[in-house]
């Protein structure tokens, strides 16, 4: 089945561009022109991935983006007129998986959207069933995308389960950022160092939401490594 992508952009070239783009790489697509009828078309079917510019007028997509965490967790990639590091950080922090400014490339747009989307998608049961990650009272299970701390369920993004997992494999390393991103994105897209410090911002918040307060630790000038996660 192809993925089906949710394209919300009140530009109708931007929205025209995007889904020759992804259809083209072999997805479908829905396009909508505001944030309130992104929202309509997620409550009658929950697309693969949501294409979400901020800049929309009445109901920007950083309001939708908010809604949406609300109720559900698909991947959100935010578009952005503006190279505001702000919006970036508010974008990943209010949940969504990545960021592109326009003017962008449809194909490196199509890359990210392909990295995010195989992100999500839960490891073959017969790769993963007998592999779970787990460090202190922190528990990761590729095969279902489930994450817990204490028991307590823990809702990740795929790019933030990615790196979550990557420090677990390598409990005791200090990673650099660029060996944190590359657990999450294609060594070929450029993520910048602002976008690593939100990420790692945003799950810091979510596991002390869950009353894990040492999860992730600051080597300053080096990287970041795995705290004791309650252990």
């Known amino acids: 089945m192809p993925h089906n992508i949710l394209v919300a952009d009140d530009d109708p070239h931007i ?53 949406l965490r609300q109720r559900s967790d ?61 460090h202190g009272r922190l528990t990761l299970v590729p095969a ?19 790196i979550v997992k990557g420090f677990l494999a390598r409990p005791l390393h200090v990673l650099g950022r660029d060996a944190v991103m590359a657990n999450a994105y294609q060594s070929n897209i450029h993520v910048s160092e602002r976008t690593v410090d939100s990420h790692i911002r945003n799950i810091r918040a979510k596991l002390a939401a869950v009353g894990c307060v040492d999860a992730i630790e600051t080597v300053h000038g080096v990287g970041f490594r795995l705290g004791r996660c309650g252990g």
Do not use: W
Not at 32 to 55: C, F, K, S, T, W
């Open 15 to 67: 929205r025209e561009i995007i889904c020759f783009a992804l259809e083209k790489a072999g997805m479908t697509t829905l396009a909508v022109a505001d944030g309130a009828a992104a929202l309509q078309a997620v409550e009658r079917q929950a697309p693969d991935l949501i294409v979400l510019d901020i800049g929309m007028p009445e109901m920007d997509g950083l309001e939708v983006c908010r809604r």
């Open 74 to 134: 698909v991947p959100v990639l935010f578009l952005s007129a503006r190279d505001e590091e702000i919006d970036r950080i508010l974008g990943l922090e209010m949940g969504g998986d990545d960021y592109v400014t326009k003017p962008f490339s449809p194909r490196e747009l199509v890359a990210r959207v392909n990295v995010i989307l195989r992100r999500a998608r839960p490891a073959p049961v017969q790769e993963a069933s007998d592999r779970q990650f787990a």
């Open 144 to 162: 279902s995308h489930a994450a817990s701390f204490d028991s307590k369920p823990l809702v990740l993004t795929a790019i933030e389960f990615a």
